[in-house]
């Protein structure tokens, strides 16, 4: 749907169509929120709300209950079930940490997505089924941690993205590479706590995006460019990622997930082995960890550290794109007195430069400044403003509250939202033989501010060097995403198409390491 003041008809708003749903959300998001999993509107293909810079905050909120929901119980014994909420869980089940001394049971909506790894493999081999995940490694070996039944995950990626797209060079192998993956963790490097533990990432699609992308054989770079450029007439849409559903009134049942439209998450873990009085403050998961540097895996307690989302819309062709982290990151004022824990990537009495790269590249290749285990001492450049911190403490008392003081997720905060705010906004997508960059919106921000994520823009809060949203966020970065192969065919702001091999050769496409089984 299109919001209400963009797409209904004078006769459907005289009707009273979607009236409900339009009551102004900048009064309150907490009274606008949907609470329940079985109502139609708790996961949607838009936004129920209006287009202003507030309910465009409240929105991602209602994206982040919403996808940090518990998953459907039956998921993974029943594949088709992943990316279903569980319907009959109540609010005391969201985000209820683990018993004493353990990570929390079960998975949420968005970590049964499909992970990247099993969609563009390795020889354009065809991607995993939905809901299903590949065995473990074989250097992967249980410790124990894992409660029977849950689901395998396997991170291996320490940096955001393997390659600098900057100089083509690829931290893990140490190898040039001709096709850049998107811009890694974070223009420098890799992110290493205050504990001296690396931090992992992964990267996860929804079930619209995932059918568009395995039905139309994009996960092979030939076939990509063949879409991309409408080679046979059948696509003048181009590579365009799927839109959610326009709703013109409220639905009376949940919406099937092929409706939602395209969602890509992107998430950043920090290990939490042994930290057991950290576990009721953070979204926990055993997970095995797969280090890409030295191939050994080990089984470890992680807990989410921070999320972006990313959801495509009617009335956001160009998407929505939400940032949040876990409060105990970094410092945001001076003089505040530190978490029960500490800060995860700020030491008080360090006297490092903050936000320093991990390494320094030129076209010879990249020396590492920094041994892996030293800390990184992280900054936020760009401080939330007033109107976010109220929003997030007026949402995090609401969680609390509802769910009796236990929810890990009354420990995370939204830190911005970038979106297309133009009054017209782009109706049509560029189509086929789209270039980079890709840039037909106005994006905006709380307080027209850069969007940066402390854990996964760590060395990049500022990049493009501009002083507002437009010219200093993630658009800056994504509106440069290609298909494989090519260095001028846009990917609708994706950097995982690039990351495609093929069957048949295609000059100039690489496979990235964090890709590689």
Known sequence: MLSLARSLSGAALAAGVYLALAAPAQADCTSQLIL????????????????????????????????????????????????????????????KPGGSGQPMAGATVWESFMPAPGIFKPGAATPDAWGTRPPLPPSCKSTGLRAAGSYPKVLTASSKAAVHPRHGFNLTTGTQA????????????????QSGKLVFFERLVGKAEYDYIAGSGLYDAATQMSVATNADGTTPQGLSLPAGARILRPPSTPQ???????????????????????????LTASTWLL????????????????????????????????????????????????????????????????????IKCSSSGCTDLFPRDQPVQVTREVPTVQAMDSLNSAV??????????????????????????????????????????????????????????????????????????????????????????????????????????????????????????
């Open 396 to 517: 995090q008392s609401l969680i609390k509250s509802q769910s009796g003081g236990a929810s890990v997720f009354q420990y995370y905060k939204l830190v911005n939202v970038l979106w297309d705010g133009a009054p017209t906004p782009p109706m049509n997508e560029p189509g086929a033989n789209a270039k980079v960059p890709l840039h037909y919106g106005s994006f905006e921000s709380q307080g027209n501010q850069p969007v940066a994520n402390t854990t996964m823009e760590t060395y990049a809060q500022k990049v493009g060097g501009g002083s507002n949203a437009d010219d200093a966020s993630c658009n800056i970065c994504h509106r440069g995403a290609t298909i494989a192969g090519s260095s001028t065919l846009a990917s609708d702001f994706s950097f995982l198409f690039g990351t495609a091999s093929s069957q048949a050769s295609v000059p100039g496409v690489t496979v990235s390491q964090e890709f590689r089984p």
């Open 256 to 282: 099937p997930q092929e409706e939602l439209g395209a969602f890509e998450l992107k998430a950043a873990w920090r290990v939490l082995t042994g930290m057991t009085a950290q576990y009721p403050r953070y």
């Open 178 to 193: 001709s096709q850049s993956d998107e811009i890694m963790e974070a223009v420098g490097g890799w992110l290493t706590d």
């Open 291 to 358: 280090r890409p540097d030295t191939g050994v895996c080990t089984q470890e307690v992680v807990g989410l550290v921070g999320l972006h989302i990313i959801h495509k819309t009617s009335t956001f062709p160009d998407f929505v794109w939400a940032t949040f982290e876990q409060v105990d990151n970094v410092q945001e004022k001076t003089g505040e007195t530190p978490p029960p824990g500490g800060y995860s990537f700020f030491d008080p009495s360090s006297s490092e430069t903050p936000n320093q790269p991990r």
């Open 36 to 95: 329940n999993p079985a109502s139609p509107l708790f996961l949607t293909s838009d936004t129920p709300f209006l287009s202003t810079q507030p309910d465009v905050n409240c929105y991602s909120w209602q994206m982040f209950i919403s996808l940090n929901w518990p998953a459907d119980p039956d998921w993974p014994g029943v594949p088709a079930k992943a990316g279903e909420p569980d319907r009959s869980a109540a609010m005391a089940d969201f985000g």
